[in-house]
């Protein structure tokens, strides 16, 4: 019960609105039973639309980095989903604003002290890798996210850091084939065996041209 009222206060929360371009319209979700955590930036314009969280490009392609159906995906017995920024931020020069500063000190451990079940948190993105690694104890810090994310055997199994599954991160993709090639397989093996899952679920990567 204490899950569910906090969920109601985060979905209820206008402490942003004033300074988001579509007004407030919070975007989570997670239950007590989750053994993984998404740990994403911020909703983009189509979620904030839809108040579904990854219910666009990037979430088909964390879709099937993951080996996970849209079902399993949204069944928040299986992931809970929390980005950095539970609200659309807004869009600036070169893509969205970074998640809205006042959100993860009001809600973020709050919420994680409420999911006694999680053991593999993806922290997906700058701001996520940055929360959640000062999280942990004694882990070597890198000085960028290429770097942290090629180091992720650093912080695995219980941390995973993530490029944005994002189409904007084409490049960074083609230019970083391992991730795809060596994390990718890992992650799906560590998502089968959480989820008691038999196999991934099949289907190509997304690509944008």
Not at 142 to 163: D, F, G, H, Q, R
Not at 184 to 205: E, I, N
Request: with cysteine; glycine share 6%.
């Amino acid at each position: 019960m204490a899950l569910d009222l906090l969920l109601k206060q985060i979905r209820s929360c206008h402490e942003c609105e004033p300074d988001l371009p579509c007004g407030a319209r919070p975007v989570v979700q997670a239950s007590t039973t989750a053994p993984i955590l998404i740990a994403g930036q911020a909703p983009g314009r189509r979620v904030h639309a839809s108040g579904l969280p990854f219910d666009d490009p990037s979430g088909d392609r964390l879709r099937s980095w993951l080996g996970v159906d849209r079902e399993t995906f949204y069944d928040a017995q299986y992931f809970a989903i929390a980005p950095m920024g539970f609200c659309y931020p807004g869009t600036g020069k070169s893509g969205d604003l970074p998640p809205r500063k006042e959100c993860a000190p009001l809600w973020r451990q709050p919420l994680l002290n409420e999911l006694p079940n999680l053991r593999l948190t993806l922290a997906i993105g700058k701001y996520a890798i940055d929360w959640h690694l000062a999280q942990l104890e004694s882990v070597p810090r890198y000085k960028n996210l290429t770097e942290t994310v090629a180091n992720w055997e650093e912080y695995w199994p219980a941390v995973l850091p993530m490029p944005h599954p994002s189409p904007r991160n084409n490049i960074w993709l083609k230019r970083h084939p391992w991730f795809e090639q060596e994390v990718v397989p890992q992650l799906q093996r560590r998502v089968r065996a959480l989820l008691k899952l038999k196999s991934p679920v099949p289907g190509p990567l997304e690509r944008d041209n």
